[in-house]
């Protein structure tokens, strides 16, 4: 499948509106319609363009969201849920998990272990060839042998 | 075997222009953008449909990487323009150039025909030339 310059535009005017309200429950064919496809095509193109569905990419958006918010704040586990658009703990708790490979409370705890000030993302949140040529980071033996 | 690029560096002279840049006129996403300890940023921007391949925008300073010295170095090289951003790849070089005109980006270059596509030469906010490049079929 081809994608001309115009349903690139189309299909990014409707991933910008996913983006901006990733939070919020949504219809696969508003947001179609807001991209001026239908819901299907809208979803075909979509695919096409970014490799993943317009449903993983607004899933990948709300998790890293939590992430984010895991780390940087000291809100509920269920707080962190609703507020990137999930309504069942259960349900946020096994994808985040499925995505990171940790539960949320293991990925704050383990995060947050790692800081050196609180609420703050620690250097081993970037890769080490950063860390270390950017400020200093030191490599550990294991990392270099 | 390495099978892909995750991140490329591009020295920029300022993080919160050069973020303004890529992502409200090249139409980057912002892939990270969080302070670690010590106060460093990373920040990293993407191209919609290349979500695994992240530009680090990173300021030269002095630092375990640089001397003060070298840092300044650097940044005046970023802003004579010896350096490039890469190639960017759009559907239609004409199109996606007068977009970006439009939105005050600058060109050294129009689109032009080259053997290998249609090619228009750009500019950053740092000075960082970058490539739009409509491959041809």
Redesign the interface.
């Known amino acids: 499948m081809t ?3 115009t349903q ?1 535009k189309k299909v ?1 005017l409707g ?1 910008d509106y996913l ?1 901006q309200h990733y939070a919020l429950a949504f219809d696969l064919a508003d947001v179609a319609t807001y991209s001026c496809m239908s819901k299907y095509h809208f979803c075909r193109v979509f695919s096409e ?3 993943e569905s317009p449903y993983q990419y607004i899933s990948k958006i709300r998790i890293e969201r939590a992430k ?1 918010l895991l780390v940087t704040s000291q809100r509920s586990i269920n707080d962190i849920c609703e507020l990137v658009g999930y309504t069942s703990i259960g349900s946020f708790s096994v994808l985040f998990r499925k995505k990171t490979g940790l539960s949320p409370t293991q990925y704050r705890t383990k995060l947050q272990a790692l ?3 609180p609420l ?4 081993q ?3 080490m060839c ?7 980071a030191k490599l550990e033996k294991s990392n270099i042998e | 075997m390495i099978q892909s690029i995750a991140h490329v560096t591009v020295y920029v002279l300022n993080q919160d222009e050069a973020l303004d840049f890529y992502q409200n006129k090249l139409g980057f996403e912002v892939g990270t953008d969080m302070t670690v300890d010590g106060g460093f940023r990373w920040l990293t921007v993407f191209a919609k449909a290349q979500p695994d391949l992240e530009l680090v925008l990173a300021e030269p300073k002095e630092g375990p990487m640089f001397t003060k010295d070298a840092a300044d170095k650097i940044r005046a090289l970023v802003a004579d323009g010896a350096f490039g951003a890469g190639v960017f790849e759009t559907a239609n070089c004409q199109k996606t150039y007068e977009e970006l005109v439009a939105k005050g980006v600058e060109f050294i270059q129009p689109p032009t025909e080259q053997f290998y596509g249609v090619e228009a030469l750009g500019v950053d906010n740092s000075g960082n030339w970058f490539s739009l490049t409509q491959r041809a079929k």
């Open positions: 994608v001309n310059h690139y990014c991933r983006t363009v970014f490799g984010e800081a050196n000030d703050t993302h620690p250097i949140s970037i890769p950063y860390a270390h040529r950017l400020f200093g």
